[in-house]
């Protein structure tokens, strides 16, 4: 275990190199620190603005021991990192933040659901099911319809389908790819919230103002912040988070995306152990953002301001549309963020942008 807080001059690793590792390695830049990026493809946009890169995959051992050799603290830009490599580098004298533990419990659905609950967080009613009969059998008594999802490795809506009539559940098992799953009773939502939050070294707790998200398609398009939401739902989330973050013993930064229902009753869909993409508001609406709360917790720093000195709206830039940057740059209220992709496929993430009015 390395002595903390971590001086600047020491280097951080981080296992992903995509944009959350790019503007991770920013924020640590700003802070003294350098950075080791821990990733299998060639030229990811983090390693262009990182100090080191070991080429690799994430549990290749060699990989692993190079990375604990330049690095005494890791993090993770993506929850699909195996467990059992966060437990390689703790072995090997490696702080990793968050912990394997949160990693293990955000990759299953069912686990994620059930320590939430027993954490005293409310989610949607759910069943788990392994196999075709199992999930027709659970319908039986969750009711009709469910949203089936695969327990693991499902992300931006992928590996999920609505079931209408238990008779269904076989042939929508097959189609989300005959592997275990999870079937939810559907959130009869009035919006999507989410809360980003931070638990440093010692155990304290900073939360940022709640964000309302939009999605097209499975994807993030927009996200309003800080959200018009009343004191007590305010509060909710703010108990929420703290009781997330106590219960898994986290450090560092998380990203708990939220059902706001008719009543006002906030329940809890998903939780990413990670900076996240509802959170990009916070680089220019936030006095700290949570990229740079993300190291200075995981480096054992002082946790940041988390208020708002701004009205944002949020854009995610797809595919092309990043092609428009002349133009948003010329926007005195835009601030452009580009991720530095080579290839603009349909729809994947090219940047986003902030566009700012006062609070
Ligand atoms: P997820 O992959 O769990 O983040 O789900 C993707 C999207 O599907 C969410 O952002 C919601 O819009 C919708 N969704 C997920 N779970 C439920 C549910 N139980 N009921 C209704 N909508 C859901």
Not at 78 to 90: G, Y
Not at 118 to 138: L, N, Y
Not at 255 to 277: C, S, T, W
Request: hydrophobic share 45%; aromatic share 6%; with cysteine.
């Amino acid at each position: 275990m390395p002595k903390l807080p971590l001086p600047p001059g020491s280097t951080i690793g981080i296992l992903g190199g995509g944009q959350l590792g790019r503007m991770l390695a920013l924020a640590a830049g700003r802070l003294g620190f350098d950075v080791a990026i821990l990733e299998p493809e060639v030229g990811a946009p983090a390693t262009r603005v990182a100090a080191h890169t070991v080429v690799g995959a994430y549990d290749d051992p060699t990989a692993l021991a190079a990375l604990a050799k330049l690095a005494r603290v890791v993090t993770f830009e993506f929850e699909n990192v195996p467990a059992a490599s966060v437990e390689h580098l703790t072995a090997l004298g490696v702080a990793v933040a968050p912990g394997a533990r949160a990693l293990a419990i955000a990759q299953d659905r069912v686990a994620e659901k059930t320590f939430l609950n027993e954490a005293g967080v409310a989610t949607v009613a759910f069943a788990a099911a392994d196999t075709a009969q199992a999930a027709q059998e659970a319908m039986a008594s969750l009711g009709a319809p469910v949203l089936m999802k695969t327990r693991r490795e499902g992300y931006d809506g992928k590996g999920q389908r609505w079931v209408e009539h238990a008779a269904e559940a076989p042939v929508a098992f097959e189609a989300v790819g005959a592997k275990p799953v999870i079937l939810e009773a559907p959130a009869n939502f009035v919006r999507e919230l989410s809360v980003i939050a931070a638990r440093g070294r010692g155990g304290e707790i900073a939360v940022y103002p709640l964000a309302e998200n939009h999605h097209e398609k499975g994807v993030l398009r927009r996200t309003y912040a800080p959200a018009k939401v009343t004191s007590e739902t305010a509060d909710q989330a703010e108990r929420i988070a703290a009781k997330i973050l106590s219960g898994l013993d986290y450090v560092g930064v998380i990203g708990i995306e939220l059902f706001e229902l008719a009543d006002g009753r906030l329940l809890v869909n998903e939780i990413a152990p990670r900076v996240h993409n509802t959170g990009h508001w916070t680089m220019d609406g936030c006095e700290v953002d949570q990229f740079e709360q993300h190291i200075r917790a995981v480096a054992g720093w002082p946790l940041g301001p988390t208020h708002a000195h701004a009205q944002v709206e949020m854009l995610n830039l797809l595919g092309k549309e990043a092609d428009a940057w002349a133009k948003l740059a010329g926007e005195p209220e835009t601030r452009v963020h580009l991720y530095g992709k080579r290839d603009a496929k349909p729809g994947r993430k090219m940047g986003h942008v902030n566009r700012l009015r006062p609070l």
